[in-house]
């Protein structure tokens, strides 16, 4: 990971706008099989804690952060099921979604 939650969870500063937060079905049931709000990871996502994520993904973020690309975050919940945050580059919209769905 980038940074660590728990160093994440003393910066609360937003790195970027969300836009729009939206979710597909599938992510909202992995969320809620592991007893997790979806705030917890667009939190993670907007202080730029990426997950994980490789070292290539993670300087790709911070490339498109500084630039107004996309974004992308790869958490894993409780029960196990990778949950995806991407971002627009456009910052309109921040949608969490499974990888399967993309």
């Given at each position: 990971?980038?940074?660590?939650?728990?160093?994440?969870?003393?910066?609360?500063?937003?790195?970027?706008?969300?836009?729009?937060?939206?979710?597909?079905?599938?992510?909202?049931?992995?969320?809620?099989?592991?007893?997790?709000?979806?705030?917890?990871?667009?939190?993670?996502?907007?202080?730029?804690?990426?997950?994980?994520?490789?070292?290539?993904?993670?300087?790709?973020?911070?490339l498109s952060l500084k630039h107004g690309f996309r974004l992308l975050s790869s958490y894993t919940t409780a029960s196990g099921q990778k949950?995806?945050?991407?971002?627009?580059?456009?910052?309109?919209?921040?949608?969490?979604?499974?990888?399967?769905?993309?």
């Amino acid at each position: 990971m980038n940074t660590s939650k728990s160093e994440c969870a003393h910066n609360r500063t937003a790195l970027f706008p969300l836009g729009q937060i939206v979710a597909t079905p599938g992510a909202l049931e992995a969320m809620k099989a592991s007893h997790q709000n979806p705030a917890e990871f667009l939190e993670w996502h907007v202080r730029g804690d990426w997950g994980e994520l490789s070292t290539a993904d993670i300087a790709e973020n911070e490339l498109s952060l500084k630039h107004g690309f996309r974004l992308l975050s790869s958490y894993t919940t409780a029960s196990g099921q990778k949950v995806w945050v991407i971002t627009e580059a456009d910052r309109s919209t921040t949608t969490l979604l499974l990888p399967d769905e993309y």
